[in-house]
């Protein structure tokens, strides 16, 4: 089945919004859920509001419909974090407008390189899925993570 095709607006966000604060809680609510706590790498808003972060909301209309994030680590090399789709908006493109606005990011920012950190288990096979659509390829950790049976790195050559 194709997804339904939305029109998003995907901006940078101050990340104050109600819904987008919900949203983000919501997401390291299952991180929470799925992943043993020495794995649970997603930010808090605090975090996400720093320099070093970029954050964007995906809206469909004056619908939260998701967000992302990408972390500077070098003049190279960035990361993505904090990718969520609405709950009500998953296998609807979402996630695929939203990494497609975050590599575009990084290639503006001259990036040679982009990665990330995932879990192994079912629950985030369907993110696999889409980095892999989109050229990402299992790595060796990166920054801090370490090699472990629960996390997986990819990376994406641009």
């Known amino acids: 089945?194709?997804?339904?095709?939305?029109?998003?607006?995907?901006?940078?966000?101050?990340?104050?919004?109600?819904?987008?604060?919900?949203l983000l809680q919501f997401h390291l609510d299952e991180m929470?859920?799925?992943?043993?706590?020495?794995?649970?790498?997603?930010?808090?808003a605090a975090r996400l509001r720093q320099p070093d972060v970029t954050f964007f909301s995906a809206w469909d209309g004056d619908v939260l419909a998701g967000c992302g994030a990408i972390k500077h680590l070098s003049e190279s090399h960035g990361e993505l974090k904090s990718m969520r789709a609405a709950p009500e908006y998953r296998g609807r493109g979402v996630g695929k407008a939203l990494l497609l606005r975050l590599l575009e990011e990084a290639r503006v920012r001259g990036y040679a390189r982009v990665s990330l950190e995932t879990g192994r288990p079912e629950p985030f096979h369907p993110a696999h899925g889409l980095y892999r659509a989109h050229g990402f390829v299992e790595c060796a950790p990166f920054g801090d993570y370490v090699s472990d049976d629960f996390s997986i790195c990819m990376t994406k050559e641009l």
């Not at 998003?8 to 987008?20: F, G, N």
């Not at 929470?32 to 930010?43: D, F, K, L, N």
């Open 32 to 44: 929470h859920r799925w992943s043993p706590p020495e794995s649970v790498h997603a930010m808090p």
């Open 1 to 22: 089945m194709e997804p339904v095709t939305i029109d998003l607006r995907i901006v940078p966000d101050d990340l104050t919004s109600e819904a987008v604060l919900a």
